[in-house]
């Protein structure tokens, strides 16, 4: 690979400037063997008028040095996969979240197993899909605590120089250990000697905290040691201090920056007429951020991204915009008012709010889609109920033209490899894959903004037809071996309880609403998005962190557990090949409605079928 060192100026050093990107040093640039894109790797650079009113909501951009003209500069990683003949592209720039400084879109959209942090070969393109249709590709650095190595993505943050505060971290761990790493803080330049410092234990989420004797911990660089050891199955949290504080908030610059580059600036390494932001988890709740403190406007006022897909954020946002904040946070903040996007009375605070709804966002509104998973219903830290609930949870919204709400139904966060496993659980963890949901989603995410197709309908459930009920409420059925999750807590906001909504199930536990792929509307199985902690891993009474579950049907009435109430396979379908027939017709339906791609129906009847083998081999196994 031949090196380059290339810098782009593109803008005069006024005081007040309208672009913010000020250069960019390609370190690389390579060709992604016969495929037609090119790779490119470099380093963008910003500098920001910290009293500009698109910049001055980040926190503390004030604190830092400023340059002769008043702006604050900082830098961050660059990748690019662009197609190398421009009439190959269809002139959108798909701008990937980076999660914890990994690529994940590949893998997601277009299937791919290799390349991780560095595609670099065609077959680290995958099938082809994002390829195919001439997208470029790009991510860019916005977190400080991620971590290069590999080719990880990282934000080189502005840093208030003198500034003390402190930070936190929350933590569980799964076995007995006097020492762990607090991934939460790297970044920080952490000083444990200061009063507030503190740790506390306790035996659930939004429980309360025992304190620990300050003698019995320490903290060695990012290394907390407990002398009575750690204790699986138990929460902590640290407070600790941390000097020269690192600008998180300058993260969200930094990508819509990025963006409007591309958009805006003829001269960009990869010009393109639309972009789309993509961000799954930790980077869904990064958009959810983005677009709350109108970071979608430029400073010239211009829109930055012409659609958002928000994926598996819940209600909540990230801990970003904040001093001592927590991008890398293992556990998802509390929810935090405002959940849905219209503005609305928070019945605990008065406080009257939206998250697009609001004077920093009102104006470029993107198209949006929000999808979510059985997870983020039930994790008390993600609350997705209330991104289309008031926020007493009483009644449903209207959800704004702009805006679709899609629940993939009877998933977890990420789908488990196939077959299952289980891993920290009391059961399998849940396999059901929605990539190709995921797909179809994006293709009409494309021709809503480009050509004025209307998307599918939101699918999510509903208080007013019965599919949203109170987790208190659920009518789970009684599995042998299987806990009943309506005893579960729900989130807190600022001290005060927030709804515990989830969707309904049927009969058989299978959730009743929202995108139901064959596999979870012709089961061979019941599928959850949550699993309780193995006792192995302490804390039984606890959900294990963003997995769900798979507990197979009986194959004949003649193998069904005393007590298990869900008909077997064979009362259901008979055989094999009626089996089948179900599930394709149900695939036909999602074809119709947009929820799937025709092309993609070989890959979900493959699964499908791998299903049924799966369900019978388990079953035998058993038996024996």
Known sequence: MTKTFIV???????PRVGAEVTRVDVASRADVGASGYEKIVGTIHFAVNP????????????????????????????????PKDQARSNGVALIEVSNRGNKGMLSLFSRATSGGRNPSTEADLGDGFLTRQGYTLVWVGWQFDAERAGGGMKLDPPV????????????????RSNETTLEDLEGYTLDASVSEATLTVRDALFGTGQPLPRNAWSVNGYTLTLSSGLEPGRWYELAVGATDLPIAGAGLAAFRDTAAWLKHQPDALAPVTSAYAYGSSQSGRFLRTFMYYGFNSDEKGRQVFDGVLAHIAGGARLSINERGARPNASKAPSPAFPFANAAMRDPVSGRVDGLLDNPRARANQPKVFYTNTDVEYWGADRSAALVHTSPDGKSDLTLP??????????????????????????????????????RALLTAMDRWVRQGTMPPASQHPKLSDGTLVKASEIAFPAIPGVQSPKTLPGGMDGGAPVPFLVPAVDA????????RTAEQAVPVATFTGWNFRSPSVGGPHLLGRLIGSEVFFAATDLDRKPGDPRRS??????SRERYMEQANAHSATLVKGGYLLADDVPQVMKRVGAQWELEHQQVSAASR
């Not at 500009?52 to 990748?79: C, E, Q, W, Y």
């Not at 058989?508 to 995108?515: F, Q």
């Open 569 to 574: 396979v064979d009362a259901r379908y008979g």
């Open 160 to 175: 208030a120089t003198g500034l003390r505060g402190i930070v936190r971290s929350q933590f569980i761990v799964d076995r």
């Open 508 to 515: 058989d536990g299978n959730d009743r609403s929202g995108i």
């Open 51 to 82: 009293i500009d009113p698109r910049n001055a909501v980040i926190a503390d951009l004030d604190k830092a040095r400023a340059d002769a003209g008043g702006r604050v500069a900082f830098s961050a990683d660059l990748f690019i996969l662009r």
């Open 401 to 438: 033209e702009n805006v679709r709400f899609y629940f993939l139904a009877g998933t977890q966060h990420a789908p488990t490899r196939f077959p299952p496993r289980m891993s920290t659980g009391q059961q399998l963890d849940n396999p059901l894959e929605y990539a190709w949901t995921m």
């Open 8 to 14: 782009l100026a593109f803008l005069c050093l006024a």
